[in-house]
Structure formats: structure tokens, C-alpha cells
């Protein structure tokens, strides 16, 4: 499911690649919204055309960096055989490039990011291969913060947690903690500690997201969700309840809203028998986003638990009619608890 509309997706690519390119606005704009469209024709009934498309813009050149972000492995209903082909193709290419062309920093961080993405539909060795090409791109750039980062991210997903602490610390290093990087850098370790149970490590981490960030930007809604669940660990439910509050302000930014809205620290205060605040936050999230599972959810069980019967069972049958609806099991189980059969 794709959760980042049109105009979002554009602004925020942009955002990210203006700087490292010296192209006109207006010309990678238009640059930006074509790779967008082959994007999502990739899960459509074009997909195949769209895979095409991206394999010659690869072939005619594999160092362009905005073109692995748009590049998605075949998924149901329009995965077909045909584009299964297209899409190892354009892996080939890559593999081709580098091949040709092995001390070429920029090929092979493609290349790695490639490999990734393809990891989404076949794990393990494919992303030890992402990572090896990733650590490989690191040497022949040694002083690239996005690569660092990047390496940093795969480390982190694959459980290589000493690693990703070390990558993440090295970013900051070259980034001097400022910007963008430096903000992914603490969220990684702020997420890292809150696994390990290093509460006040973690909290430090998230605080810097939070200082380090102006205020629309699309991270601080998922730090003041950890920062809420590190104070409702730490007993402080108040703090917890103002953090919910200056999560829901973030998400609620009009360029942001596609991103979703964070629900854990919701969730753990229903649990904890808080229900008003996120009844309230689970409502504003589901008028900008009604289609999302998770606030549909939250909403559901905090009305379950609240007592208030009417309410939690249309949530939760709402809940099911939903595409994605991953605690299916458990509301079945209240539905059928609700209408007392």
C-alpha cells in the first residue's frame, strides 16, 4: 500500500536531491513527476512498460541517483512473468555497470540500493549482497555521509545493531550533527537504545530529532511517539499524554499527512487506560487518512476498552472491511464478543 500521495512524494524528493544536483527547479521538477508516474505504473496494468522504461533510463545511466527510488519489484495483482524479467533486468544492468565500471562510487550505491529493494520480495541473501555492495561504495567514498548513512540504515534492519550504532556515529562525525542526515542518524540510535532497553540513551536521542528538525518536517511525529512511550516506561503518563498531543500537531501538517500518523504511543496509553486523548487522536488521524489501519485500530480497542460497546463494534467491523488488517484474529474475536454470540 502506498501511503505517499502526488504532491507529497514530489515536494519531498525534491527536497532531498535539489542540493546535490545542479539542475534547473522547474527542469527536475519535470524530471521528478515523470520517474513518479513509472513509479506507480509499476503497480498497475503498465507495469510492464514502466519496467521497460526504467531499464533504458539504468542502461543509459546507472550513476543517476533518483532512479533507484523509483524502482519497485513486481507486486500482486500486476506482478506478471514479463515483469519479473524487466525488473531482474534492470538488477542486471546495474551488475553490468558495476562489472564495467568497479571503482565507480555512485554505480555501486545504486547498485547496492537496488539490490535492496529487491530484498523486499526475496530477504537473506539478497540483502547481504545490498550490504557488501553498500560497505564496498563506503570505501571508494570514505567521506560520503549519504553513504554512511545509507549503510547505516541496512545495518540497522538487519539486526547488525553494533554496526549501525558505529555508522550512525560516523555520520554524524562527517555531518558535524547538523542537517538532515544528522536527524536520521539520532532517530536510528534513538530507536536502537529504546530496543535495548537504554531508556535514557534513547531519550537523549530523540530530544536532538526533535531540536534538530523545523517544525513541518516528516520525523518528529515518530519522535515524540518514542519520546511519549520512553516516559510512560519511565511512569511520567502526563509527559506521555503532551508528547501524543505534539505528535498529532506534526501529522496534522498539510503537506505531511500522507506519511500517517504514528499510533504506538496511542495504543500503549489505551492499554494503560488512557482513552480520551487517543480517541482524539486516533479520530484526527483517520479524517486525514481514513484508509489506514492502524488508527482504525487504536480507535476500535480504545472504545472496547472504554466500555463503550456501540462505537467499538463499528470500529472494529470497519477495521475489518479494511484491505490491510493485520490483528484480524483479535477483532473477529471482539466482534463476536460485542454481539454476545
Same mark, same amino acid.
Given at each position: 500500500m502506498l501511503k505517499v500521495c502526488r504532491v507529497s512524494l514530489v515536494i519531498i524528493l525534491l527536497t532531498s536531491v535539489v542540493a546535490?544536483?545542479?539542475?534547473?527547479?522547474?527542469?527536475?521538477?519535470?524530471?521528478?513527476?515523470?520517474?513518479?508516474?513509472?513509479?506507480?505504473?509499476?503497480?498497475?496494468?503498465?507495469?510492464?512498460r514502466a519496467y521497460r522504461r526504467l531499464?533504458?533510463? %539504468?542502461?543509459?545511466? !546507472?550513476? *543517476?541517483? &533518483?532512479?533507484?527510488?523509483?524502482i519497485t519489484p513486481p507486486l500482486p495483482p500486476f506482478a506478471s512473468k514479463e515483469g519479473g524479467d524487466a525488473f531482474n533486468?534492470?538488477?542486471?544492468?546495474?551488475?553490468?555497470? %558495476?562489472?564495467?565500471? !568497479?571503482? *565507480?562510487? &555512485?554505480?555501486r550505491f545504486n547498485y547496492a540500493r537496488l539490490l535492496w529493494t529487491k530484498s523486499h520480495t526475496l530477504a537473506g541473501k539478497t540483502r547481504s549482497q545490498a550490504i557488501e555492495e553498500m560497505e564496498k561504495a563506503v570505501k571508494l567514498r570514505p567521506n560520503s555521509v549519504e553513504f554512511h548513512s545509507q549503510l547505516a540504515h541496512f545495518y540497522q534492519l538487519t539486526d547488525r545493531q553494533d554496526q549501525a550504532i558505529t555508522a550512525y556515529k560516523e555520520v554524524l562525525r562527517l555531518c558535524s550533527d547538523q542537517g538532515d542526515e544528522a536527524v536520521q542518524a539520532h532517530g536510528g540510535l534513538g530507536e536502537i537504545y529504546f530496543g535495548r532497553g537504554k531508556l535514557k540513551e534513547a531519550l537523549a536521542e530523540f530530544q536532538r530529532v526533535v531540536e534538530l528538525e523545523r517544525p513541518s518536517e516528516s520525523r518528529s511525529n515518530r519522535a515524540y511517539d518514542y519520546l511519549g512511550r520512553i516516559y510512560l516506561k519511565q511512569g511520567d503518563t502526563k509527559k506521555a499524554v503532551e508528547m501524543l498531543k505534539k505528535a498529532e500537531?506534526?501529522?496534522?501538517?498539510?503537506?505531511?499527512?500522507?506519511?500517517?500518523?504514528?499510533?504506538?504511543?496511542?495504543?500503549?496509553l489505551v492499554k494503560q487506560g488512557i482513552y480520551d486523548e487517543p480517541i482524539h487522536y486516533f479520530q484526527t488521524a483517520l479524517k486525514a487518512t481514513p484508509d489506514q489501519d492502524e488508527p482504525r485500530y487504536g480507535l476500535a480497542l480504545a472504545y472496547t476498552k472504554k466500555g463503550d460497546k456501540e462505537n467499538a463494534l463499528r470500529e472494529w467491523k470497519k477495521y475489518l472491511s479494511l484491505r490491510y488488517a493485520p490483528q484480524d484474529e483479535e477483532a473477529r474475536r471482539y466482534v463476536k464478543e460485542l454481539e454476545g454470540k
Open positions: 546535490a544536483q545542479q539542475l534547473d527547479p522547474e527542469a527536475l521538477l519535470k524530471k521528478m513527476e515523470k520517474l513518479q508516474k513509472l513509479m506507480f505504473e509499476q503497480h498497475s496494468p503498465d507495469a510492464d531499464l533504458e533510463l %539504468v542502461r543509459a545511466d !546507472p550513476r *543517476d541517483k &533518483d532512479l533507484p527510488d523509483f533486468a534492470i538488477v542486471d544492468a546495474y551488475q553490468q555497470a %558495476v562489472k564495467k565500471s !568497479p571503482d *565507480d562510487p &555512485d554505480i500537531q506534526v501529522s496534522l501538517d498539510p503537506v505531511l499527512q500522507s506519511f500517517g500518523f504514528e499510533c504506538d504511543l496511542a495504543i500503549e
